[in-house]
């Protein structure tokens, strides 16, 4: 007897749907009109976090400009234009001129520039960027500078009713007009901080500073000698002790910061020029008359062609010089990185710099203004 075949599987049975119950949507537009909402959602709180950026910044040019005023400086500006949308907050100012400083800078300070933007951005909104771009002029102690960059920029931290304590300025490509001809400099970066509250033991101001590829005026006496060009320079140097407040005249100002036990701590500076490499380390303070004094160290590289360029350059006199050639191989030792170098003493004494204990250097006098120039 056969057996019979199986049954085919049934198709399966859709449930009833109850007359009653709601009929379902397809999951897909729903999770359109979700995302959809959202991204309105965030863009709508872009742009109110945008416009809360761009009050601030205007609010904290109003209060800056208010402060510099209320301390005798004259700052114009055209009316701010806002930016940078959307990843950014912009303030572009056009013909800006901050005039003043009398009471704490030797004559006076000006600084006009072409254009300043004050930006910023998503997400570092404790930082401001400040950007000079284009043509910009700087008249500080009687002398004046015209100076370009392809980029130069300061960043400075945003804190709510505290004014910025520190700052880094970058430069790339800076160019400068000065009395003596046009130099130019390849990268250099500064980092300032300071201290309102230090006492003689305290750094007050600190800076650090860095360049590279720095080509300076042809008329240059030194460049006649090391070359134009000068490889690198790196200093880092601290101000320490309570810096004298108020508007009395800058000698006073001096005098009272040297009794308080002021000092200048050059850390480190160093120097790639031409066939010298120098590294010194110094500190510095005010004699009775006012004028620089101190002691520290000075190690050179490739000294007896560094004094052979400053001979010809005319800044070592000859006698001086020839001195100093009986003196270099008695001082010189065999440097980490192969040749020699030397290590001798630094003083700065009555205006006059020496070297192991040789003048080479004299200084002209350093006249502190009487008072302080009256804003006009």
Request: proline share 10%; no cysteine.
């Amino acid at each position: 007897m056969k057996t019979p075949a199986p049954a085919p599987p049934r198709p399966p049975v859709a449930p009833r749907r109850h007359p009653g119950a709601p009929r379902r949507r397809p999951l897909g537009p729903r999770l359109a009109l979700g995302a959809l909402l959202l991204l309105l959602a965030l863009g709508a709180g872009h742009a109110v976090l945008w416009r809360m950026m761009a009050n601030q910044l205007e609010a904290g040019l109003a209060t800056w400009v208010q402060i510099r005023q209320a301390q005798g400086w004259r700052v114009d500006h055209a009316p701010p234009v806002r930016g940078g949308w959307p990843f950014s907050a912009t303030l572009t100012l056009g013909a800006v001129r901050l005039e003043g400083g009398g009471a704490t800078v030797p004559g006076g300070l000006v600084l006009e520039a072409e254009r300043v933007v004050l930006r910023v951005t998503l997400p570092r909104l404790n930082r401001l960027r400040v950007e000079m771009p284009g043509a910009q002029r700087l008249r500080l102690a009687g002398g004046e500078w015209r100076f370009a960059a392809d980029e130069l920029v300061a960043l400075l931290p945003l804190e709510a009713d505290t004014p910025p304590r520190e700052a880094v300025f970058l430069a790339e490509r800076l160019r400068l007009s000065t009395p003596a001809g046009p130099m130019e400099v390849g990268s250099a970066r500064l980092a300032a901080a300071s201290s309102s509250t230090a006492t003689e033991a305290e750094p007050a101001i600190t800076l650090d500073l860095s360049a590279e590829e720095i080509d300076l005026p042809v008329a240059a006496d030194a460049a006649r000698g090391f070359g134009r060009r000068i490889e690198a320079v790196l200093a880092e140097l601290s101000l320490s002790g309570p810096m004298p407040l108020g508007r009395s005249a800058p000698a006073v100002r001096a005098e009272a910061w040297r009794d308080a036990g002021g000092s200048l701590e050059l850390r480190q500076v160093a120097l790639r020029w031409g066939p010298a490499e120098v590294a010194a380390a110094a500190t510095l303070a005010l004699d009775e008359a006012l004028q620089p004094m101190g002691a520290g160290t000075l190690r050179v590289t490739g000294a007896a062609e560094a004094l052979q360029a400053l001979t010809d350059a005319g800044v070592v006199g000859r006698r001086a010089a020839g001195t100093a050639r009986i003196m270099l191989p008695l001082m010189s030792r065999p440097a980490p990185g192969g040749g020699t170098e030397i290590e001798v003493p630094v003083t700065v004494e009555d205006r006059t710099l020496a070297i192991a204990r040789i003048p080479v250097l004299r200084f002209p006098t350093w006249d502190w203004p009487a008072a302080a120039a009256v804003p006009r």
